[in-house]
């Protein structure tokens, strides 16, 4: 069989969930026996998010191959449970990037290097990129924006030259988007939709299906309208109505028939019925829970609830197999002091300080830290959580009274966490940090290792700073335990403190490996002892 390409994209509004659209579908074909992977292609010229902040675009989602991507290659890797990869996040910055630097290497040949045909043949030559490693039967395409913006035309321009190159059974272009419901009407609204059609037809994609996102359940009659009016079969219009959790999308894309859509339109033969009893599984234990606690979620990106997305998506996986409703309750650092922390603390089962870079929020991270650890309240530091972990233990257990990370104080005289060695020469930001996945040893009977259940781990990094060696021994004397070193360089990945009932700090960033089905064994730990701290309190 060749390889199939399906490209997603998006109409009337963005945040539409086009990821959520195309992960669904995915994990749909994947759970037919089908092999799938998922590429996003970004409009926008940054060459990768890793500069952005998270304000403007969510979280920087990390691959094990070290790729700084968008969050939706997170939705991808937690709907498939297979790793993505640097291919499968692509930008116009990267496009132009590779076109430009053959142009100056003169592979031109003279030419005027021009949109239609060289960018556009760029596009064209990634988007079938992970098709020829023969690795996948079926490629979904998400492409980022929504049509018509002035900056996605190349993309659709590349999706229109494909659909045209491809044999017809190995090409399905798919469009998202919204219905509108008018309150004071009472009415869905339909126009929108078909002035997008309208757009991606004039641009000459042509798509097979489109799926509705709405609020209400669309009539047969509306959605023969939808389909007279966009050209398409009746059947080809689904809905994807509002559901109560990301991880139900695919069960009701089912009932709306988006697989069998596919496998017709790309003549796959053999096909069998979706096996998703693990899915399903998890989908029962998150609706019936049976316990409750709240975690306190410290950071400085809380207004935007895409910022953790990792984070709040590993808290989800993991309440479920605890059977236990996970509320997460976002603190900013910046409004936490070491006056208040008790009252903006007050109720959380456990607390998680955040990840994060600069100056900003710091001293409420530290408060938190402190608060956790002498009140013994389940405590998880992810990368900046974790060095904030070790800078709060340096000044009140080992009485440094400025112990810093030399991120925010260059001149402290306790540099507990420091620049790593080859970041000291380092000054291009973009992708230049500790990036992907590195091996971590455990050391045996620490809690670390009690939670894997297993000596060597791999989990995502992203981060310039790292525990100060020289402070070793003396954190160790005064309690503080390293349980998870790198095998190769030494350097400190997790700092627990096993005088207390739940201490952890990890370098890494362990919520880029949590999925439904195989929940991170940290988070699913840190649960757990949120709902023992929970049951004594009653
Ligand atoms: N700012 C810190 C560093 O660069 C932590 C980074 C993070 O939390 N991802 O080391």
Not at 85 to 93: E, L, W, Y
Not at 197 to 213: F, N, T, W
Not at 327 to 343: G, P
Not at 464 to 493: C, K, Q
Request: with cysteine.
């Amino acid at each position: 069989m060749n390889t199939k390409y399906v490209f997603v994209t998006g109409g009337v509004a963005s945040s539409l969930g086009k990821g959520i659209i195309a992960a669904s579908l995915a994990k749909l074909l994947q759970a037919r026996g089908l092999r799938v992977t998922i590429q996003k292609f970004d409009p926008y010229i940054n060459i990768d998010p890793g500069t952005l902040n998270p304000y403007e675009h969510g979280e920087c989602y990390v691959t094990e191959d070290g790729a700084e991507t968008d969050l939706d290659l997170g939705h991808y890797e937690r709907f498939l449970g297979v790793h993505t990869s640097k291919a499968n996040n692509v930008t116009t910055g990267k496009i132009y990037n590779t076109v430009i630097t053959k142009e100056r290497e003169g592979a031109y040949l003279g030419k005027t290097v021009q949109i239609v045909p060289h960018i556009t043949d760029e596009i064209k030559r990634r988007m079938l990129l992970l098709g020829r490693t023969g690795d996948y039967d079926i490629i979904l395409t998400e492409i980022g924006g929504t049509v018509g913006d002035m900056e996605s035309q190349p993309f659709i321009e590349a999706v229109r030259q494909l659909q045209w190159e491809l044999p017809d059974e190995d090409c399905m272009s798919i469009h998202l988007t919204l219905i509108p419901y008018l309150r004071a009407a009472r009415e869905l609204k339909t126009k929108p939709t078909q002035h997008s059609v309208q757009m991606l037809q004039q641009s000459g994609v042509k798509p097979d299906v489109i799926v509705c996102r709405t609020e209400q359940p669309l009539t047969p009659e509306l959605r023969r309208k939808i389909a007279l009016f966009c050209n398409v079969k009746p059947g080809h219009v689904i809905q994807s109505i509002d559901a109560w959790s990301i991880y139900q999308v695919p069960l009701n894309m089912h009932e709306e028939h988006l697989d069998e859509l596919a496998v017709r339109k790309l003549q796959i033969e053999n096909f069998t019925q979706p096996e998703l009893g693990k899915w399903k599984e998890f989908l029962e234990r998150l609706k019936n829970p049976k316990h409750e606690v709240t975690i306190g979620l410290v950071g400085k990106y809380v207004e935007l609830q895409d910022a953790y997305k990792s984070i709040q998506e590993a808290l989800v996986h993991a309440g479920a197999a605890n059977e236990c409703k996970v509320n997460v309750k976002t603190i900013h650092s910046e409004q936490v002091s070491e006056a208040n922390v008790a009252e903006m603390l007050a109720g959380m089962d456990g607390i998680l300080v955040a990840p994060g870079f600069g100056e900003r929020g710091i001293p409420g991270k530290i408060a938190a830290v402190r608060h956790a650890r002498e009140n013994g309240i389940p405590f998880f530091g992810i990368c900046l959580g974790m060095q904030m972990a070790v800078v709060e233990f340096a000044r009140d257990m080992l009485g440094y009274a400025d112990a810093a990370s030399t991120e925010m104080q260059p001149a402290t005289t306790h540099p507990v966490i420091d620049l790593m060695e080859e970041q000291k020469t380092t000054t291009i930001k973009g992708g230049t940090m500790r990036l992907g996945a590195y091996a971590c040893k455990l050391v045996p009977g620490t809690l670390a290792a009690r939670i894997y259940g297993q000596p060597d781990v791999k989990e995502r990094h992203r981060h310039r700073y790292e525990f100060n060696d020289a402070y070793r021994t003396a954190f160790e004397e005064a309690g503080m335990v390293i349980s998870g070193t790198n095998p190769d360089t030494g350097l400190v990945e997790i700092v627990e403190i096993p005088s207390h009932p739940f201490f952890i700090g990890t370098q890494f960033h362990p919520e880029f490996k949590s999925t439904p089905e195989q929940p991170q064994p940290i988070f699913a730990a840190f649960v757990k002892a949120a709902i023992d701290t929970h049951l004594q309190k009653k």
